[in-house]
Nanobody
């Protein structure tokens, strides 16, 4: 079955770090543009970070300088390194892979930043 699976979420104190993984099952992410989105309770889903198939990246202003999106050497995983985490980063984080017309979503992983 073709799917994306996120992992790496959890509870972390403010100022801490987490690395989220978005792993493709049954296909390679080589040609896919990958985005990380997040949704906090009562808020709209927002784009956090994006990486093109060529490796270009862009970030939401709220995470610039703290988060880094990258592709793994195995070509079926994309990472989101999150540093200097803040309570307002608390949300469910989901990855999305697009290689038109193909479009896959993962199930999401919870990130909670709290002391």
């Amino acid at each position: 079955q073709l799917q994306l699976v996120e992992s790496g979420g959890g509870l972390v104190q403010p100022g801490g770090s987490l690395r989220l993984s978005c792993a493709a099952s049954g296909f390679s992410l080589d040609h896919y543009a990958i985005s990380w989105f997040r949704q906090a309770p009562g808020k709209q889903r927002e784009l956090v970070a994006h990486i093109t198939s060529g490796g270009s990246t862009n970030y939401a202003d709220s995470v610039k300088g703290r988060f880094t999106i990258s592709r793994g050497n195995a070509k079926n995983t994309v990472y989101l390194q999150m540093n200097s985490l803040k309570p307002e980063d608390t949300a469910v984080y989901s990855c999305n892979g697009v290689f038109v017309p193909l479009n896959y979503w993962g199930q999401g992983t919870q990130v909670t930043v709290s002391s």
